[in-house]
């Protein structure tokens, strides 16, 4: 019987030679300082050193899109962790900053071919953002950190992000493993 074959294409979760930046929002700092050191240590357990992740502070969870986007379409990093923490309020501020976060990053990412981790909690109360910066529900830094590595390999495995582009620039080849180099000579 002729077996059907499955391609299967996932990303490991070896961080060596991988380069990260995370940025995190210094509002609401008590839960976010605890979610940056869980995503540091999972990158670094998974075998990034300190000199491949660069760490950037803004803000507020307003201001993570932008600051993403310049860190992203600089080439100069494999992934991306968007660090933040919303708390809901008595007014519609929550709302139009939750959606213009997550809506940002989504374009960073998108825009750029690099994979930005949405680590940002939006929470009904303080209690429940404890519980996901390392209590009763672990902690969303340190699956974010891991959620970057897969991403990287992923992303690197299919090429064509401004990391790759940026990489192929300073080989000296093209970003699309050769294929428009063959172009040229053919011509
Ligand atoms: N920023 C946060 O990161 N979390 C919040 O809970 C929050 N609340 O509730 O207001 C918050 N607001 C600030 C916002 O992100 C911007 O920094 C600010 O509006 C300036 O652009």
Redesign the pocket.
């Known amino acids: 019987m002729l077996e059907a074959k499955i391609t299967k294409l996932d990303g490991n979760l070896d961080a060596q030679g991988l380069r990260f930046a995370i940025v995190v929002?210094r509002?609401?700092s008590f839960i976010t300082e605890r979610l940056l050191a869980a995503a540091v240590d999972a990158l670094e357990r998974a075998g990034a050193t300190k000199e491949d992740v660069v760490v950037v502070h803004v803000?507020?969870?307003?201001?993570l899109p932008i600051i993403s986007k310049k860190l992203a379409a600089s080439g100069k990093f494999d992934a991306l962790v968007a660090i933040?923490?919303?708390?809901r309020?008595e007014t519609a501020?929550?709302d139009y900053?939750c959606s213009e976060t997550s809506r940002g990053l989504q374009l960073a990412q998108m825009d750029t071919g690099v994979p930005v981790m949405f680590c940002v909690l939006t929470c009904d109360s303080l209690e429940q953002a404890i519980d996901r910066a390392g209590l009763k529900g672990g902690n969303k830094g340190f699956e974010a950190g891991l959620g970057a590595i897969e991403m990287a390999r992923l992303a690197r495995k299919l090429g064509g992000g401004a990391r790759a582009q940026s990489a192929a620039r300073s080989s000296g080849d093209s970003a699309d493993g050769g294929a428009s180099g063959n172009k040229r000579r053919k011509k």
Do not use: I
């Not at 803000?59 to 201001?63: Q, V």
């Not at 933040?84 to 708390?87: E, H, K, P, T, Y």
């Open positions: 929002s509002f609401n803000p507020g969870a307003f201001e933040g923490c919303v708390l309020g501020h929550y900053v």
